[in-house]
């Protein structure tokens, strides 16, 4: 057990993920330029919703005309048919023939061509809530993609690759809890911040209700699928590829924590001045997919914290015991698993380790024949 430890610490610890490899046949400003774009096309619907909400806390309306709902749809279509032409021109450039099978350019041709639709369809104004819903996380999606195309043309990795081996099962479920506690952190703050400005009645404007009423979400399923596009958009987008691009070129570091903690703090604006507690909840995600580099437990954790935290909010109908006894179920899961990991990885530690050596430099054999014993 100690041996894993140690083996553990020096992988997480002392011995930080390899950085990207440095850019040689693209500019650094071609770069920054992609990871602008990027975070307009990101930020730039869900910006429009968090100005309507941040803009109530001040007096104005909470909901759009319908002569102002116009250009707002037509931005959100643009939004759309701009990363359907990136996406497409970035698959369609790196599958030729002389790349790929002619059924793999047409499969991955094809869906790059389907989902860029799909994106653009979802852009559409429907009736229902929840068809808006699930058409934000299409949209996210689309994005989510586009992101890893742009960073493959520049041969940046995102290390989305599923854990082979216990220890590195093992390693991202770390990870992921370290996520999970900087996620919890921020909002933690935040919530903090809110309940003291409400406390002591200074008139700073803030949230007002809950923050599932603030941002619409009226039942788990609608909420659920929303947090496919938060996390396509916050994970994939905004930390992790704008993260690994700028470290690929070698910018300071200042500038990735900037270009990552403002959209964050722009995205959750509609808490008013208790947003600045959102600063941890972007600043540590990047400083840990700095040293660790492993996206798929970033999302994981995001999603889990989200869909608990939103579904305990909405079980206002219940009795407020089911809620702390909600929480104590999930920690003992996490324990569970995370004890179940461990033990795996120690096997799996201890199945690769060399058999012993006899001082005469010969391995010992088994044998079924037991060594003779001598009565004296």
């Known amino acids: 057990m100690t041996s894993l430890r140690t083996e553990l610490h020096n992988l997480m610890a002392n011995r930080p993920a390899p950085e990207p490899s440095e850019l040689t046949d693209a500019p650094s400003r071609r770069v920054i330029r992609h990871v602008i774009g990027l975070l307009l096309l990101a930020c730039c619907f869900p910006l429009i919703g968090t100005a309507l909400t941040s803009g109530h806390l001040y007096g104005l309306p909470s909901s759009l005309s319908a002569r102002a709902r116009y250009p707002v749809i037509c931005t959100e279509f643009g939004v759309a048919a701009i990363a359907f032409w990136w996406l497409c021109w970035l698959v369609f450039a790196r599958t030729p023939l002389s790349r790929v099978t002619p059924r793999q350019r047409l499969l991955q041709r094809g869906a790059a061509v389907l989902a860029g639709a799909a994106g653009m369809i979802a852009t559409a104004p ?102 496919v596009r938060t996390v396509a958009l916050e994970d994939v987008v905004i930390v992790a590829t704008t993260t690994a691009l700028l470290t690929a070129i070698r910018r300071p570091a200042w500038q990735i924590y900037t270009l990552v903690c403002i959209p964050e703090l722009l995205l959750h604006a509609y808490l008013g ?59 003992v899961l996490v324990f569970l698993i995370g004890n179940r990991l461990g033990k795996a990885a120690k096997s799996a530690r201890a199945d690769e380790q060399p058999p012993p050596v006899t001082p005469d430099g010969e391995t010992p054999r088994p044998t079924d024949r037991p060594d003779p014993v001598s009565i004296q």
């Not at 099962?169 to 935040?190: E, K, N």
């Open 273 to 331: 001045l208790p947003a600045i507690g959102m600063l941890v909840f972007a600043a540590g995600r990047v400083w840990l997919y700095r040293r660790h580099g492993r996206l798929l437990p970033f999302m994981a954790a995001h999603f889990t914290l989200d869909l608990v935290g939103g579904g305990l909010m909405l079980m206002q109908q219940f009795p407020f015991w089911y809620r702390p006894a909600l929480v104590y179920l999930f920690g």
């Open 126 to 227: 429907f009736p229902i809530a929840l068809a808006q819903v699930a058409g934000q996380a299409v949209s996210g999606c689309v994005l989510a993609w586009l992101a890893l195309e742009v960073c493959r043309s520049h041969r940046v990795s995102l290390r989305t690759a599923l854990p082979r081996t216990a220890v590195e099962r093992l390693r991202d479920w770390q990870v992921a809890i370290m996520v999970f506690g900087v996620c919890v952190a921020g909002g933690a703050l935040s919530f903090l911040l809110l309940q003291l400005i409400r406390w002591t009645g200074v008139g700073v404007p803030v949230m007002k209700g809950s923050q599932m009423a603030t941002i619409g979400a009226d039942d788990f399923g609608t909420f659920a699928i929303g947090l």
